[in-house]
Each structure stands twice: as structure tokens, then as C-alpha cells.
């Protein structure tokens, strides 16, 4: 059974850099590691995926070890708008797991 | 607007009642997912279908939950005989997966909230 494990909350200033690191037990060998942003009242949002090592989009990195069993989102420069729940998607046999993220809260 | 569509937005229903929502998917894409999510909980999978094909169905999704995806295009989701534990929001997603990786970039609609009384 697929699932995740995240740090409920953290919170962080303005400006500096954050890492959400989650630990996905049993990830299927053949499948990406998918990150997501909620706001409240809205469904939540792709940020980034990968398979291996690193990834960077244009608002994120996924830092992925060579075992995959686990992942680490990093958002640079962190402002008010960034404030949300951040998931990691576990995925296994039958189920997709959210869990129930870790909260953000960006401080002034 | 060509995003995941969810109708109705809202839905009030009495307790026993059965309720239908649709999801219309982006056009491309070729997998559908159902979801619940309720208060302070992040989204609890049901079920989805590649193409029209339903692949996996939560364990937790009780009888009265059953989903279609007729031709591969909208889906929708009908509860039977709903009860007070159903009241929650249902969200629908589809993405494109394609190849041996399989990915889960998935789209979201704006969800359907559902009440029960």
C-alpha cells in the first residue's frame, strides 16, 4: 500500500530558501516522484516530478537519491504567495496516496 | 477555457439520495482520476481509468461509489443511497501518461462539494 510520510507544518521567513523532504516507502520501480501545491478551495496543483538525482523547473527542485525512498522539494526565495500545503504523491499497487502534507506558512 | 471541468459546483442532497457528478478532462489526455477530500485532509484516491478502461479502484471505495468513463472522454462519479460521512469535496484530474515511466502530472478540476443533510 502506497504512502507517504512529510512533516506536518513549517514555517519560514521571506526570501530564504525551503526543503520539504518526504519518505515514500514502496514506490513503484517504474514511477515518477510527484510534488503538488494546495490553496485553499482549490484542487491542488503540479509543482514538479522526476525519477532520479535532480530535477529544476522554473519555481522548484526535486532532489531524488539514487534509492527513491525518498524525495526533497526545494523552493528558492520563498514568498507570501508560497504559503500553502506542499504533497508528495506515494504511488502503489491499486492506490494513490497524498496524505496530508505539510503545511507552509511564510512569514513576513 | 480548456482546464478540467466539474459539474455540478455544488450539490445539497438529503441523506439516501443517490448523486452523479461529471468531470469533462483535458481532451488529450488519457487517464481520468476520482478523489475525496474533506477538511484538513489532503486528497483520498477512488478510483481512475485509462482511457475508457477503470484500472484501479480504492479498497476504501465502498459499493455505493461506482464511476464511468463511456468512450474515453468525460467520466462520471454516482454515490447510491449517500450518508453524512459523504459530505466532501470530489475532485476529478486527468493527465497525459505515456511510455514505460509513468507519470502522475496530473490536472485538477475546481471539484464538486457535496453536502449531505
Known amino acids: 500500500l502506497a504512502k507517504t510520510t512529510q512533516p506536518i507544518s513549517m514555517d519560514s521567513y521571506e526570501g530564504q530558501e525551503v526543503n520539504i523532504t518526504c519518505s515514500h516507502n514502496n514506490i513503484a520501480t517504474n514511477d515518477y516522484i510527484t510534488w503538488y501545491q494546495q490553496f485553499p478551495s482549490q484542487g491542488p496543483r503540479f509543482i514538479i516530478q522526476?525519477?532520479?538525482t535532480k530535477v529544476t523547473n522554473e519555481v522548484a527542485s526535486l532532489f531524488i537519491p539514487a534509492d527513491r525512498k525518498s524525495s526533497t522539494l526545494s523552493l528558492p526565495r520563498v514568498s507570501l504567495s508560497d504559503t500553502a500545503v506542499y504533497y508528495c504523491?506515494?504511488?502503489?499497487?491499486?492506490?494513490?496516496?497524498f496524505g496530508t502534507g505539510t503545511r507552509l506558512t511564510v512569514i513576513p | 477555457d480548456t482546464g478540467v471541468s466539474q459539474n455540478p459546483r455544488h450539490k445539497i442532497t438529503k441523506r439516501g439520495q443517490n448523486v452523479t457528478f461529471r468531470c469533462d478532462p483535458i481532451s488529450e489526455h488519457n487517464r481520468l482520476y476520482w478523489y475525496r477530500q474533506t477538511l484538513g485532509q489532503g486528497p483520498e484516491f477512488l478510483t481512475y481509468?485509462?482511457?475508457?478502461?477503470?484500472?484501479?479502484k480504492s479498497r476504501l471505495l465502498s459499493d455505493r461509489f461506482s464511476a464511468e468513463r463511456p468512450k474515453g472522454s468525460f467520466s462520471t462519479l454516482e454515490i447510491q443511497r449517500t450518508e453524512q460521512g459523504d459530505s466532501a469535496m470530489y475532485l476529478c484530474a486527468s493527465s497525459l501518461t505515456q511510455g514505460d515511466i509513468r507519470s502522475y502530472e496530473q490536472y485538477f478540476g475546481p471539484g464538486t462539494r457535496l453536502t449531505v443533510t
Open positions: 504523491l506515494g504511488t502503489g499497487a491499486n492506490n494513490l496516496f
Open positions: 481509468f485509462q482511457n475508457e478502461a477503470q484500472l484501479e
Open positions: 522526476g525519477y532520479k
